[in-house]
């Protein structure tokens, strides 16, 4: 979670915008929109990240989508299953962004093995993106 000294429009129009996951999330080396729609409920994106060398790839579905409240997703396809999203609130400071995000590893031993450092390396990314994201947002006020 993070507070950015911002507008929830504004905050929600920048994660709407995919061309600035690839710019602040490290590890992401594709977020492509799948077919012409890549905005509102139904959008649907091929996204690979790495870890730990490994290409981790996976079709993500936009589920949630209310301007200026909320943005969230859905995995249909990939190695690991997750659903996430944002929640923008207008707070005193400007508006308060929260990312959720729940993910299923695979039930196989490697997958049991590398949920820990996975999840560990997963969260320090999230967080250094959310920092990035509110950094860039204060800088265009």
Do not use: C
């Amino acid at each position: 979670m993070v507070t950015v000294k911002s507008s929830p429009e504004r905050a929600f129009d920048y994660f709407a915008d995919y061309h600035h996951v690839a710019e602040v999330l490290d590890g992401v080396s594709k977020w492509q929109p799948v077919g012409t729609n890549s905005r509102g409920v139904g959008a649907r994106y091929n996204v690979e990240l790495v870890a730990f060398g490994l290409p981790l790839k996976s079709v993500l579905r936009l589920n949630r989508w209310r301007r200026p409240a909320e943005i969230g997703w859905v995995s249909e396809s990939g190695l690991i299953k997750q659903d996430g999203g944002f929640t923008f609130e207008k707070v005193k400071a400007g508006v308060r962004i929260e990312l959720r995000i729940a993910y299923e590893p695979p039930a196989s031993f490697v997958g049991a093995a590398l949920a820990r450092p996975l999840d560990r390396m997963v969260r320090e990314r999230l967080k250094q993106a959310m920092e990035r994201i509110r950094d860039r947002l204060e800088a265009q006020e």
